[in-house]
């Protein structure tokens, strides 16, 4: 019904800057909150980042100041920049979803991206 396929993830060196991109398709009427969760080897899945609809934001403390996510509502992607990587940032990210289908609303995840903070 919908996807979200997500672009963006590579190796940068600390200190560096990356943009994450998620675009969602599919039997969509309307998307709710869009964000971002990520997680690191070892470690369970955590919200980086999510924006609602309205534009309203919210950011892990480990990302707040350095991280900032946004949304195009017209075409269903959501963006996060990460200004000053640090090495904890490595993981993977997913892109998610709160989506409105004709049956309803539902949590959509996208399949990760691998981000890599190198030293």
């Known amino acids: 019904q919908v996807q979200l396929v997500e672009s963006g993830g590579c190796l940068v060196q600390a200190g560096g800057s990356l943009r994450l991109s998620c675009a969602a398709s599919?039997?969509?009427?309307?998307?709710?909150?869009m964000g971002w969760h990520r997680q690191a080897p070892g470690k369970q899945r955590e919200l980086v980042a999510v924006?609602?609809?309205?534009?309203?934001?919210n950011y892990a403390d480990s990302v707040k100041g350095r991280f900032t996510v946004s949304r195009d509502n017209d075409k269903n992607t959501v963006y996060l920049q990460m200004n000053s990587l640090k090495r904890e940032d490595t993981g993977i990210y997913y892109c998610y979803a709160y989506a409105i289908v004709t049956t309803g609303g539902y949590d959509y995840w996208g399949q990760g991206t691998q981000v890599t903070v190198s030293s």
């Open positions: 924006i609602t609809r309205g534009g309203v934001t």
């Open positions: 599919g039997s969509i009427r309307s998307i709710n909150a």
